[in-house]
């Protein structure tokens, strides 16, 4: 029998409450069009034109995903705040998505999900925004459901007491299936590296991990699988990258990368006071170290970034084009890395505070910013009250259960259900993809519902220890692929 969508354990409650979070976000404080944003608009008004333009000049400085789908939100007749709705859509499509794929492993970890993905108000909140990131999370969460139903085809048991002629025939069908997913999946992958290019190695990325830990496979069927999703990929990416090529002299989807690599060299130029300043801040709050050193300056979000773009702004000058400017960034960032042992070190120093704000918990008085700025003018301009003090400790407590729990969810995930656990590869990809560069909290935004998944772990064994929960049902284990 089925069950109603109106009942207590459907996932509509929590649906219609992440679309009245977001929703609310949209009436009470839209962002407007600016800075990063502005060019977003201005190339898909350009688009319209028949152009991909900043300034009448073809450009490669953005990704195509999300001004092509502005463009096309504009054509159909909408206004900007017609776009910030369908991006509500978008967020909670996400967060269906995810959820029924996880269902399709583990039927418990269903609905904690849906309801953590509700209430995360740092999600819900680029519902407002005039960003990629509603667009990116639901491509992420396609992904993600796409890659949960091909594993679960291409471990699909046979029925028992089938003839040998019935069992050829099922996996004759069950192989082309298997391959039709799985292309999807891998044109899943390049769609979304066309919208946030930190994305263009995931599905390469897991086409290897499908090759190396499919030890229940053939290694025949394992590489025709990965090959599959690299090669559907790439034909997504290509035509793009050729553009580049021919209008730039670059192969690549975008020209940021040397920006951002060039951010995190600064970083580490800096001393190793300024370091240890940084990790108070990410750790304990920049109130904190306000307090604790007064004369201390950690780099928290922004500092060293007008040195990035005055830097670009020469190469420039020099006669560079962007995306010329952007292969010298890399170069020097690279140069300055590794000038000697100590500068590399402290670059590997830096990794764990970047890893750590990139999770970290948004504020609930400003959800596109870190806590770890709460309270920071009081700090600078004297001492803080007991109640403020208070907060403080009760806010950054709860960002070491919140980046903590994920980090642990992820090991339980792995440990759990295997190498190959969906939720596991996309969170542990925009992890691994982030260590090397500058990062904002926002870049993990796109992965949130996948991250509820590995809290939801914690959450239900912690629960198992303390004899609550109910035990483990797999529909799919991806561990046996």
């Given at each position: 029998?089925k069950r109603?969508?109106f ?5 509509l409650w929590?649906l ?6 977001a929703?609310w976000?949209v009436?009470?404080?839209p962002e407007?069009i ?15 034109r028949?152009?991909y333009?900043?300034?009448?000049v ?8 999300y001004?092509?789908?502005?463009a ?5 007749g909408l ?5 910030l709705?369908?991006q509500?859509a978008?967020l909670v499509?996400?967060i269906?998505?995810?959820?029924s ?13 849906a309801?953590?993905?509700a ?7 680029y ?6 990131e ?9 992904v993600?459901?796409?890659g ?9 048991p046979?029925?028992e007491?089938?003839t ?5 025939s099922d996996s004759?069908?069950?192989r082309?299936a298997?391959?039709w997913?799985?292309?999807?999946f891998?044109?899943a ?5 066309l919208t946030?290019?930190?994305?263009e ?9 499908m090759i190396?830990?499919a030890?229940s496979?053939?290694?025949?069927r394992?590489?025709?699988i ?16 050729i553009r ?12 940021r ?22 990790y ?7 109130a904190t170290?306000?307090?604790?050193d ?25 006669g560079?084009?962007?995306?010329h400017?952007?292969?010298?960034m ?13 500068q590399?070190i402290?670059y ?8 750590w704000?990139l ?14 700025a ?8 004297g001492?803080?009250?007991i109640p403020?003090?208070g907060?403080?400790?009760?806010a ?19 440990r759990?259900?295997?190498?190959l ?18 990062v ?5 935004v ?14 239900i ?5 303390f ?6 049902h797999?529909k799919?284990?991806?561990?046996e692929?």
């Amino acid at each position: 029998m089925k069950r109603s969508i109106f009942a207590r354990t459907s996932l509509l409650w929590p649906l219609l409450v992440a679309g009245l979070v977001a929703s609310w976000f949209v009436v009470t404080a839209p962002e407007p069009i600016a800075k990063d944003s502005a060019q977003y608009d201005a190339i898909a008004h350009s688009i319209l034109r028949g152009q991909y333009a900043l300034d009448g000049v073809p450009t490669m400085l953005r990704e195509p995903g999300y001004p092509l789908f502005r463009a096309a939100m504009y054509a159909i007749g909408l206004t900007p705040t017609g776009i910030l709705w369908v991006q509500v859509a978008l967020l909670v499509g996400a967060i269906w998505l995810a959820a029924s794929a996880v269902r399709r492993i583990d039927r418990h970890l269903c609905l904690p999900t849906a309801w953590l993905s509700a209430v995360a108000y740092g999600y819900l909140v680029y519902g407002s925004s005039h960003y990629s990131e509603a667009v990116a999370a639901f491509l992420v969460s396609l992904v993600g459901y796409l890659g949960v139903r091909a594993c679960e085809i291409a471990t699909a048991p046979h029925d028992e007491g089938s003839t040998v002629q019935e069992i050829c025939s099922d996996s004759a069908s069950a192989r082309r299936a298997e391959r039709w997913w799985f292309m999807l999946f891998g044109f899943a992958c390049g769609v979304l590296a066309l919208t946030r290019v930190a994305y263009e190695f995931l599905g390469l990325f897991i086409a290897v991990i499908m090759i190396v830990f499919a030890r229940s496979l053939y290694w025949r069927r394992r590489i025709i699988i990965g090959l599959t999703i690299v090669v559907s990929s790439a034909a997504v990416m290509l035509p793009w990258a050729i553009r580049n090529e021919y209008q730039f002299g670059s192969f690549a989807l975008t020209q940021r990368a040397g920006v951002t690599l060039y951010a995190r060299a600064l970083k580490a130029e800096a001393s190793w006071k300024t370091l240890g300043a940084s990790y108070v801040s990410a750790l304990f709050g920049q109130a904190t170290i306000a307090r604790l050193d007064p004369t201390a300056h950690p780099i928290v979000r922004m500092e060293h970034w007008t040195e990035v773009w005055n830097t670009y702004a020469r190469l420039q000058q020099s006669g560079l084009d962007d995306s010329h400017a952007d292969a010298q960034m890399t170069h020097l960032a690279v140069q300055s890395i590794t000038s000697n042992p100590v500068q590399f070190i402290r670059y590997c120093v830096w990794t764990p505070i970047e890893v750590w704000r990139l999770l970290a918990l948004p504020s609930p008085l400003s959800p596109t910013f870190r806590i770890e700025a709460m309270f920071i003018e009081r700090a600078t301009a004297g001492p803080l009250s007991i109640p403020v003090i208070g907060l403080l400790i009760l806010a950054h407590l709860m960002e070491w259960l919140w980046v903590g729990g994920t980090l642990l969810g992820l090991v339980f995930a792995i440990r759990r259900y295997g190498v190959l656990f969906m939720p596991g590869l996309l969170l542990g990809y925009t992890i691994l993809i982030h260590m090397p560069v500058d990062v904002i909290e926002r870049y993990a935004v796109p992965v949130t519902p996948w991250r509820m998944v590995c809290l939801v772990i914690v959450l239900i064994s912690l629960r198992r220890v303390f004899g609550h929960a109910p035990p483990p049902h797999a529909k799919v284990v991806p561990a046996e692929v």
